[in-house]
């Protein structure tokens, strides 16, 4: 988290031993400060990653480049310019009842995308701004779904999870 510049970061992939592993483990606490520059130049660098035309992806956790801090980038689709916002210890504070079906990749499972039919169709949340500004929110649709998958990386779920307990739940009940 020391580099000056403001280059993307190398996404950690679950196809390495090592990577899947730290994808695997829970993030903790990151104090709010918008004067820490170490803080400031990860988060800049975190935005430079998913934006990386490599990437080119609508959300990223810290964890997915081995940073294992609460922080998250999510587009917000539900917003006029669908502009891309930082969110620090984002925790999801209720899940309607009504799921929705949509399809989902992640950077960290490269060329592979599944259709989960488990992802809720609003979510209300909770998180910090870089300024220290708690603030709690209500979010649906397809927005609603990078938040769950960015917060599951913080917690070392990935979406081959739900979509393994979906696979489970079908063929339980035939």
């Known amino acids: 988290m020391h580099s000056d510049s403001i280059t993307p970061m190398r996404v950690y992939k679950i196809n390495n031993k090592k990577d899947s592993l730290l994808l695997r483990t829970k993030s903790t606490y990151i104090?709010?400060?918008?004067?820490?520059?170490?803080?400031?130049?990860?988060?800049?660098?975190?935005?430079a990653t998913v934006r990386d035309s490599i990437s080119m992806g609508v959300g990223i956790a810290?964890?997915?480049v081995g940073v294992l801090?609460?922080?998250?980038?999510?587009?917000?689709f539900?917003?006029?310019?669908?502009?891309?916002?930082?969110?620090?210890?984002p925790k999801i504070t209720k899940y309607s009842k009504k799921?929705?079906?949509?399809?989902?990749?992640?950077?960290?499972i490269p060329n592979r995308s599944d259709t989960?039919?488990?992802r809720s169709l609003t979510i209300s949340l909770e998180y910090d701004t870089m300024e220290g500004v708690h603030i709690t929110d209500t979010v649906e649709g397809f927005t609603s779904v990078i938040f769950q998958h960015e917060i599951d990386?913080?917690?070392?779920?990935?979406?081959l999870d739900h979509l393994q307990k979906e696979i489970k739940e079908v063929s339980n009940s035939n």
């Open 153 to 159: 990386h913080l917690h070392g779920i990935l979406y």
């Open 99 to 108: 799921t929705q079906k949509v399809k989902e990749g992640c950077l960290s």
């Open 31 to 47: 104090k709010p400060d918008l004067k820490d520059p170490v803080l400031q130049r990860f988060v800049k660098r975190l935005y």
């Open 78 to 89: 539900d917003k006029p310019d669908m502009p891309f916002e930082v969110y620090l210890n």
């Open 116 to 118: 989960l039919s488990s």
């Open 62 to 64: 810290a964890p997915q």
């Open 69 to 76: 801090k609460n922080i998250i980038w999510v587009q917000r």
